[in-house]
């Protein structure tokens, strides 16, 4: 069977993802796809054979349409979900699954009154085989109960219209997914310091900054985003045990050895970091709805909770308090079982 998909938001990702559900996945079709720049729409759908419909609404309700792909700007998100659901589509939503919290429950209510899970948050980080070892290494009891988590998310430069708080809603947000997937652990209390500011950022920016949080069990993470590193991007993480360390490797990399020196590079952005990641994503993530399954990816409790958590920390940031994060205490049964 062919899945056949429509897209709404035809933008960076947009374009990425509906080249790999053209190019990479089997069994994929793109069919319909909608963008507020209409232009745009028409110019990505005409090579791949899709219709540029007039609304999103359009493509959700479209019969040739079996699941929806949101990859529109984060305010948009809800609604197209909504949609989706009001449909009884699947729908994969990159990230964030709404800006506000109270749209991510509206999205969770939805969804329950459906019956079954139709929705999937695009973090894409639980996809990277780095993580997944490191998820088994932490489930096989190989370093003990874990302790702290230190970890580093390094962007080269971030551009003049990323804004402090995006450190936390844009940057932040795919460690809160996936520790919270790694540790299967909830994020408790979360604070914001910040060091001196790097001169090589826009005016305006709070750059880097370091995160702290607090989980249910009493691990401590430490996460440093450092959105003008300079020198490509760099995501690290390690976390301690009673009895060992467990870390996520760099991407595998060619050594040069030359004029004194053996040198391997880094890569310049995240989509050739987690390009696999992105990949294995949507081949799960369309294997499912194929089936007629439940997604097994995140889920839109996993949306709600990042939003939350990225809330806390714009507010940490703003206080300089620790703010305790209690929305989060009372998990619907709903959403309990493996990777929900
Ligand atoms: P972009 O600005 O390149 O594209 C967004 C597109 O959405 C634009 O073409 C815009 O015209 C369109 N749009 C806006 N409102 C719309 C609406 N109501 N209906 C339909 N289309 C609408 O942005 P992008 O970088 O492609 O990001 C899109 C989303 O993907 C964001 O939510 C972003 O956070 C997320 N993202 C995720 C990752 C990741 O690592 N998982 C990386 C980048 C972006
Ligand atoms: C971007 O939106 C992403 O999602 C990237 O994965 C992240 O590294 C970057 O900081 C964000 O701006």
Known sequence: MTVRIGVIGTGMIGQDHIR?????????????????????????????????????????????????????????????????????????????????????????????????????????????????????????????????????????????????????????????????????DEIRSVQVVTPRRTRKRPEHLRDPQIMLFETAAGVRIDLEVFVNCQYGYDIQCETVGEDGTVRLPDPAAVAVRSSGTVSTAVLPDWKGRFENAFDTEFREWTRAVAKGAEPTGPSAWDGYAATVITGALVEALESGAIVRVDALEKRPAFYDGERR
């Open 20 to 184: 790999r559900l053209t190019e990479v996945v089997t069994g994929t079709r793109v069919t319909a796809v909608f963008d507020i720049d209409t232009a745009r729409a028409e110019r990505v759908a005409a090579p791949v054979g899709a219709r540029a419909l007039a609304s999103g609404r359009e493509v959700i309700e479209a019969a040739d349409v079996d699941a929806v792909v949101v990859t529109s700007w984060g305010p948009t998100h809800a609604e197209h979900v909504l949609g989706a659901i009001a449909a009884g589509k699947p729908v994969f939503c990159e990230k964030p699954l709404a800006t506000e919290a109270a749209d991510c429950l509206k999205i969770i209510e939805a969804e329950q009154a459906h019956g079954s899970r139709l929705v999937q948050v695009g973090f894409m980080r639980r996809y990277d085989a780095g993580y997944r070892q490191m998820k088994e290494v932490l489930a096989s009891g190989a370093i003990g109960e874990p302790l702290m988590v230190h970890c580093a998310h390094r962007n080269a430069t971030s551009g003049e219209n990323y804004t402090s708080e995006m450190a936390a809603q844009d940057t932040a947000v795919h460690e809160i997914d996936v520790l919270r997937w790694l540790l299967d």
